[in-house]
């Protein structure tokens, strides 16, 4: 390994301690710091060797982290997830980090957080935009009107 490439590796290596990445991520900083094709692909695989880039970990801790702290739904998440080159096995165990309870209690509360911050008489206005709001943090159409159906 030249001295490019070991200077390479220990700043992928930096790059990937900080926070979890995607291949694609780091792939994306070594173009930029001039380091490409098999150069880095050669990187990528030290850097999974070591345990630093590890996809399902990345997307696990994702899906986690965006549910939690920003309410989003699975669909949301799935998106977001595919648009970072996660697919299969590993976006399969990243939905897992979602327990079916606390996703059903977290779209409850949002929505009740929500309505109280709509100034409307029509109740079928709000519940259209409650409907709206929930469709676009992700969360299926189908639970949506299960949850909104049972207040």
Known sequence: MTDTLKDALRKAAMFCAYQERTQQDVRDRLKDWGVWGDDA???????????????????????????????????????????????????????????????????????????QSLRDDNPLVIKQKLVRYALSKGYESELVFSVLGDE
């Open 41 to 115: 692909e050669e990187v990528i695989a030290e850097l999974i060797q070591q345990n630093y880039l590890n996809e399902e970990r990345f997307a696990r801790s994702f899906a986690g982290g965006k549910f939690r702290v920003k309410s989003w739904g699975r669909r949301k998440i799935q998106q977001h997830l595919q648009q970072r080159g996660i697919t299969g096995y590993n976006l399969q165990q990243a939905m897992k980090e979602i327990a079916p309870d606390d996703y059903r209690q977290t779209l409850a509360a949002l929505l009740d957080k929500k309505r």
